[in-house]
């Protein structure tokens, strides 16, 4: 039973129905906190054990200093953990591997268990080969299972192998949008020795953009899977008590904007104040007027602007939500009184402290999209085309976006230019300076010609047509970030249907795809009529799960493809996805942005991104008439209308009702038996993973590291998607040949996140991203780098060279600048580096979830002083290194010294060492925390439920 040193064990009445509640008035200071640290502070209160949680970690909570910087050590610990089956197949078989490793050291495989509910939903592994016909959906379905049948047999058997283990079946939906609409209770309840209890619902996900769900006043956040298997395992999450910024909300949108262009918007603010590692929180009169899907939307994009949490505290909205997505009426009226109770409950008149306040009117929200390469860079559709035709030219983003204002500010000088487009258009624009950029100079060189090299081409239909640079080939309605927004996807398909009235129809040239994040999405589509209208675009279901924004894209049209190739073109993807990384959506687009579901559709129609969809005609009717967009881009009278009309709640119950059912190709597969999985030697998805071979009982002393050779060089915005590729790989590839080798044809390769399952493929992928330059070998582009154990250092790929060292015996480090280890939480990124023999980092800084993932993967995470980097300290990578400080210490030092040799030369600096809570420290020490884990069951007498969770490190 839990402690209550606060007194703050209390009984709340709902109705009929009596639960125990952990009161926070009873707290000094707890009125001032923010709703999320209120969540945290009744989640110490609960757990309260005096040994792991205590009762000073209650009173740091309360007596929280905003201005302070994260310091003070908490443990927290989630209700539940939600998984996808990317990040979740590489889980499951590492407990797996974990019950023979224990079984082998002769302990109970059973301990070996989650203790707290798990679900995993497969939704990363459809890829819309198929498109633009009612058969894609069924087609791509048969593809998916056909590819991936090992994978999910081992999901089947983990659904019965393990307790609290769910699986979320293929074709039901994306994991988050599910989440929000049906898995997240925003009030848990369960029984207690205390009674039945009631508290805030939590959670950690394997997917980075789990913070969707804090839209929905549930606070959760992304986190590695090698730290998700330690939380199923009953350990709790050591983390500092964050900094919180406030994002005061006033005004409303404009007409013609969309949730898109406020979430572009608000990403492009964030990651300029610098909120990495902070939690993010909205509050202010504004907030009333975001839709509970807008701010779901503002909350899944989290990661892009580097939070760990983007909270909305509950209010009419979230409650209307609740209703909406068929909650039972009694639960609704449970969060309700328990957020008033609690001071969960959003007062606009009151303003709680926090670290830092920004303001944001949503009066100055305009049409945007973003990129080519990054989700902040966000480009006014007024100034696109010319930002993007300069792009084309090699200028930087910032560059590029200084020409587009400036071709806009010259057109707005054409007075007719301006009553062409009057302020009461839907989709007319606002004047918003809040973040304009300086200038940058521009250089007569930088001015020269966009580049164009028109290509023709004749598709398989005959049709004659042509593809230059700039031209979208890819155009998909995709991702989780968008798809569980009815007002944006009714939008697109309203604007679809005015369209076709129109006579228009998409450019042949592109490749168009919808894959909505649940079933509803179809369900109200078809009942609003607007299935037809997409499909008559080209807009039909590839199937429900996270494609394009994934790499799950699937081929070009064949005749685009061979044009790109053989003629080198810069072409573009628009897709409503939250990521546009390079090399992610396709290897042969180079150039891809994120936009709202209608703008995707009206870039279909224009064909090219260099396209001015503002000023500019979108097409011709068949009299041959210029059509233009604000000539079909719907009002926003006319969405609304749609959706109250069409969007009910016995859809999502009717949707929901068999969640965990599946279709006859998952009913069907041959499920194995027993508490240990039968591992097939032939497979090449699923093979037993090295982690834990060789494994003491008890760790080895942590030593300096001598005699390193750096393995890659890397500059600023390396991200987990350049470390560990999830899209598809070439057959001269490591990873393609070694399929190869193991009789596989290139039609069966499938994808790197698919094969996560499969060490041997996935660290010959790892730094093997096609678009990854390392500076080691200047020239290339790619998974390569230089091997010192040859002659004069010979440029080859990383995984040879890394098999190289291993076999000489050198230890690697590898070398970075900024944000390093942004976007997905993808644990691969950490497991591949450790697996190549990468003994530690050095980052001029880094993205949360990356640097936990090393550390989990035994790997030292060290930063750069401030102002030193590798070129400030003249480093060429060439050198041969030394860290020293960490052998002997009782506990991990703050700083160590790293030395750089070369041609008798030595470089001195020091850096940080990023090891930031006693339990990352204990952690590290044991080689990584499932090493961890597995020790800590072994070494225990206690029942598989009753698992001891991590001692403070020294």
């Known amino acids: 039973m839990a402690m209550d040193s606060f007194g703050t064990l209390d009984t709340l009445s709902v109705g009929d129905a009596s639960w125990r509640i952990r009161r926070l008035d009873r707290v000094e200071g707890a009125d001032r906190l923010p709703y999320s640290l209120k969540v945290l502070l009744e989640n110490l209160l609960r757990n309260e054990d005096g040994r792991l949680v205590t009762g000073e970690q209650i009173e740091a909570m309360a007596h929280w200093d905003p201005a302070a910087a994260a310091s003070s050590e908490i443990q927290f610990t989630p209700a539940r953990v939600l998984m996808q089956d990317f990040t979740g197949v590489p889980c499951v078989v590492d407990l797996v591997a974990m019950r023979d490793a224990m079984t082998e050291l002769g302990g109970d495989p059973q301990k070996i268990n989650p203790l707290i509910p798990t679900d995993l939903v497969i939704d990363h592994s459809v890829v819309a080969d198929v498109f633009g016909t009612p058969d894609a959906f069924r087609i791509n379905t048969e593809?998916?299972?056909?590819?991936?049948?090992?994978?999910?047999?081992?999901?089947?058997?983990?659904?019965?192998?393990?307790?609290?283990?769910?699986?979320?079946?293929?074709?039901?939906?994306?994991?988050?949008?599910?989440?929000?609409?049906?898995?997240?209770?925003?009030?848990?309840?369960?029984?207690?020795?205390?009674?039945?209890?009631?508290?805030?619902?939590?959670?950690?996900?394997?997917?980075?953009?789990?913070?969707?769900?804090?839209?929905?006043g549930v606070l959760g956040w992304g986190v590695g899977g090698i730290e998700a298997e330690a939380a199923m395992l009953g350990q709790p999450m050591s983390m500092l008590i964050p900094q919180v910024v406030g994002l005061k909300l006033t005004g409303e949108l404009p007409p013609g904007t969309t949730a898109t262009d406020l979430v572009l918007t608000v990403a492009e603010l964030l990651r300029e104040t610098g909120v990495v590692g902070r939690f993010v929180e909205f509050f202010g009169p504004g907030v009333a007027n975001v839709p509970l899907a807008n701010r779901a939307t503002i909350g899944n994009m989290s990661p892009e602007y580097g939070s760990t949490a983007t909270m909305f505290p509950i209010d009419d909205e979230t409650l209307s939500y609740l209703r909406l997505t068929g909650r039972e009426e009694e639960h609704v009226r449970l969060v309700e009184a328990y957020a008033k109770e609690q001071g969960m409950w959003h007062d606009p008149g009151h303003e709680p402290q926090f670290s830092t306040v920004v303001e944001l009117d949503l009066g100055d929200i305009?049409?945007?999209?973003?990129?080519?390469?990054?989700?902040?860079?966000?480009?006014?559709?007024?100034?696109?085309?010319?930002?993007?035709?300069?792009?084309?030219?090699?200028?930087?983003?910032?560059?590029?976006?200084?020409?587009?204002?400036?071709?806009?500010?010259?057109?707005?000088?054409?007075?007719?230019?301006?009553?062409?487009?009057?302020?009461?258009?839907?989709?007319?624009?606002?004047?918003?300076?809040?973040?304009?950029?300086?200038?940058?100079?521009?250089?007569?060189?930088?001015?020269?010609?966009?580049?164009?090299?028109?290509?023709?081409?004749?598709?398989?239909?005959?049709?004659?047509?042509?593809?230059?640079?700039?031209?979208?080939?890819?155009?998909?309605?995709?991702?989780?970030?968008?798809?569980?927004?009815?007002?944006?996807?009714?939008?697109?398909?309203?604007?679809?249907?005015?369209?076709?009235?129109?006579?228009?129809?998409?450019?042949?040239?592109?490749?168009?795809?919808?894959?909505?994040?649940?079933?509803?999405?179809?369900?109200?589509?078809?009942k609003a009529g607007l299935t037809p209208y997409l499909e008559k675009l080209g807009f039909d279901l590839v199937g429900y799960g996270c494609t394009t924004c994934i790499g799950n894209s699937g081929p070009l049209i064949p005749e685009v493809s061979a044009a790109v190739n053989d003629n080198d073109l810069t072409v573009c993807a628009v897709l409503s996805g939250n990521r546009n990384f390079e090399g992610r959506i396709h290897p042969e687009?180079?150039?891809?942005?994120?936009?709202?579901?209608?703008?995707?559709?009206?870039?279909?129609?224009?064909?090219?991104?260099?396209?001015?969809?503002?000023?500019?005609?979108?097409?011709?009717?068949?009299?041959?008439?210029?059509?233009?967009?604000?000539?079909?881009?719907?009002?926003?009278?006319?969405?609304?209308?749609?959706?109250?009309?069409?969007?009910?709640?016995?859809?999502?119950?009717?949707?929901?009702?068999?969640?965990?059912?599946?279709?006859?190709?998952?009913?069907?597969?041959?499920?194995?038996?027993?508490?240990?999985?039968?591992?097939?030697?032939?497979?090449?998805?699923?093979?037993?993973?090295?982690?834990?071979?060789?494994?003491?009982?008890?760790?080895?002393?942590?030593t300096d590291i001598t005699g390193a050779r750096v393995l890659a060089l890397l500059g600023d915005s390396v991200t987990t998607d350049h470390i560990s590729p999830a899209g598809a790989f070439k057959t001269d590839s490591p990873a393609g040949q070694y399929l190869t080798d193991h009789g596989l044809e290139r039609k069966d390769f499938n994808s790197y996140g698919s094969r996560r399952g499969n060490h041997e493929v996935m660290i010959r992928g790892t730094f093997a991203n096609i678009r990854l330059r390392n500076q080691l070998a200047p020239g290339t582009e790619g998974g390569f780098t230089r091997d010192f154990t040859q002659p004069d250092g010979p440029v080859t790929t990383i995984f040879d060279a890394a098999t190289h060292y291993t076999e000489a015996g050198t230890p690697l480090v590898v070398i970075a600048g900024k944000e390093y280890g942004s976007g997905s939480s993808r644990d691969w990124a950490a497991k591949g580096t450790t697996l190549l023999g990468v003994r530690a980092v050095v980052a001029v800084s880094y993205e949360r979830i990356h640097r936990s993932n090393l550390i989990g993967m035994g790997v030292l995470p060290l930063q750069f002083q401030d102002g030193d980097n590798a070129q400030s300290l003249g480093l060429d990578?060439?050198?041969?290194?030394?860290?020293?400080?960490?052998?002997?210490?009782?506990?991990?030092?703050?700083?160590?010294?790293?030395?750089?040799?070369?041609?008798g030369d030595t470089t001195e600096f020091t850096a940080t060492v990023r090891i930031d809570t006693p339990a990352e420290e204990a952690y590290y020490r044991h080689g990584g925390i499932l090493t961890y884990v597995l020790r800590q069951l072994l070494d225990s007498d206690t029942e598989p439920d009753e698992v001891p969770a991590p001692e403070p490190a020294g």
């Open 366 to 526: 305009e049409p945007s999209i973003a990129g080519p390469k990054r989700p902040q860079d966000r480009i006014p559709l007024r100034v696109a085309p010319g930002t993007v035709g300069a792009l084309l030219t090699g200028h930087s983003y910032d560059q590029a976006l200084a020409v587009g204002q400036e071709v806009d500010e010259e057109a707005s000088l054409d007075e007719a230019s301006e009553e062409s487009f009057p302020a009461s258009d839907p989709i007319a624009v606002t004047a918003s300076t809040a973040h304009d950029r300086p200038r940058a100079p521009m250089t007569a060189d930088q001015r020269k010609d966009i580049p164009s090299n028109p290509v023709d081409i004749s598709l398989e239909d005959g049709q004659q047509t042509t593809v230059d640079h700039g031209h979208a080939v890819i155009a998909a309605i995709t991702s989780c970030t968008n798809t569980s927004n009815p007002s944006v996807m009714i939008g697109a398909g309203l604007l679809a249907k005015k369209a076709v009235e129109k006579g228009l129809s998409r450019k042949p040239w592109v490749k168009t795809s919808l894959a909505p994040g649940s079933r509803v999405v179809t369900d109200y589509f078809d």
């Open 877 to 903: 990578g060439t050198e041969t290194y030394s860290v020293t400080g960490l052998e002997g210490s009782e506990q991990l030092p703050h700083t160590v010294t790293v030395r750089a040799e070369k041609d």
């Open 143 to 216: 593809l998916e299972f056909g590819r991936n049948k090992e994978r999910y047999q081992l999901l089947r058997w983990g659904q019965q192998a393990f307790r609290d283990f769910k699986v979320v079946p293929p074709g039901t939906g994306i994991c988050h949008q599910v989440n929000l609409e049906h898995l997240a209770r925003v009030v848990f309840t369960r029984d207690s020795d205390d009674g039945p209890l009631a508290y805030p619902d939590t959670l950690v996900g394997t997917d980075s953009h789990t913070p969707m769900v804090n839209g929905l």
């Open 589 to 702: 687009v180079r150039m891809n942005f994120l936009a709202s579901p209608p703008l995707v559709i009206a870039y279909a129609l224009a064909g090219t991104l260099r396209a001015d969809l503002v000023d500019g005609p979108i097409g011709t009717d068949p009299d041959g008439n210029p059509v233009h967009l604000k000539d079909i881009w719907p009002t926003e009278q006319e969405i609304n209308d749609v959706v109250s009309q069409c969007v009910e709640a016995d859809m999502f119950e009717e949707g929901y009702s068999d969640l965990y059912a599946g279709d006859d190709n998952w009913r069907s597969l041959p499920v194995p038996e027993g508490h240990r999985f039968d591992w097939d030697p032939d497979s090449t998805y699923v093979r037993r993973p090295p982690y834990f071979d060789g494994m003491s009982r008890t760790p080895e002393p942590v």
